[in-house]
């Protein structure tokens, strides 16, 4: 196709230079990546100084130039691992819930083995978006191809860790509200994750579809999805927080999403109960406690943990924020 629409007389060259940005830092990953990779034509002997010269990186970053084929399989296997690393925290999360350790802690002290890092560690409702779950199933597909049945394998058991984490939440809801719907239920954030209005294959949108179906009034809130009605979405979403939260006899807070301006004593205010469900990767859950919500955490124990004074949030100051995205 690239060669039928080229100008007539030019030879198109392919290069094939998968990206590797995430959505909420994309232009400072796409100005400033940690490796480039270029699949290059075996013959084609002038792309890769054309490319070394556009990203004015010639000495100072990890160029790896390679084939058409280990250049895609680097990008998919990148995204697999990462959807495997958050899989794997997500079932030690499982553990912790019922043998009382606590996952942050597990995620922080793993993390601070640089052989295993603390990045895509933090333990949740699972991962979503437009490229992790995509190229999971594009690689267990190609795996299967090519009778790779190992790899296949082991991302089915990921993928199928990663849908358990959604229904887990749907039922610790159901587990603290009772079978019989009352009050209503509030979802604060539901893109993706924190920072971004995409919603392809958000996980808490499909949180929110189970809780409608089993009965509940849910309402939604989320500081960059402005629109009223999403069609994935079978909740309405309400314009502010406190929409949302009035009356609550539950609040989801199942993401890492910025909640900038509001704080749990002033929430406290509007809800139904100070009940909040929440995952385990929030810093600032003891300044729910201390403003009289009941906390629910996935995943982690029934005790608080000891707050590391690095990553304790200051009364006053509360924005919801992880560390990694201050
Ligand atoms: N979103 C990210 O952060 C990110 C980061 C790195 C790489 N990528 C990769 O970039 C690619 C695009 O991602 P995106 O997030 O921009 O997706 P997107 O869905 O927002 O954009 C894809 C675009 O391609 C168009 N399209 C789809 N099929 C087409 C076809 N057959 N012919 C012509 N146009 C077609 C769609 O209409 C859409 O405009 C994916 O392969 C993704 O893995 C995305
Ligand atoms: O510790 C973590 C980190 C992330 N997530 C979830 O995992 C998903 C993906 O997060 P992230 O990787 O930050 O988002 P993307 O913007 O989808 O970026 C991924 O997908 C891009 C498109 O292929 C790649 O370019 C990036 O390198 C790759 O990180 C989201 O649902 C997150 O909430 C967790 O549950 N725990």
Redesign the pocket.
Known sequence: MIRRNAPPGTEPELVWN??????GS?VADCLSPDRVVLGLHPQDVSSEQRLRALYGLATRRSFFVTDYRTAELVKQAANAYLALKISYINAIAELCEQNGADVTMVSDALGADPRIGRGHLDSGIGYGG??LP??VRALISVAHEAGAYSLAGMLQAAQATNSARRDHAVARAASVLGPTPQGPIAVLGIAFKADTDDLREAPIVDVVNQLVDLGWEVRVYDPYVTAQRVPSCRAALEPTVSAACAGAQLVLLLGSHRLTGVTPEALGDVVGARRLLTVASRPELDRWRAAGWECIILGASATPHRTDPAVAVPAGSWTGRLPEHQ
């Open positions: 998968p990206e590797f940005l995430r959505e994309a437009g490229c995509k190229d």
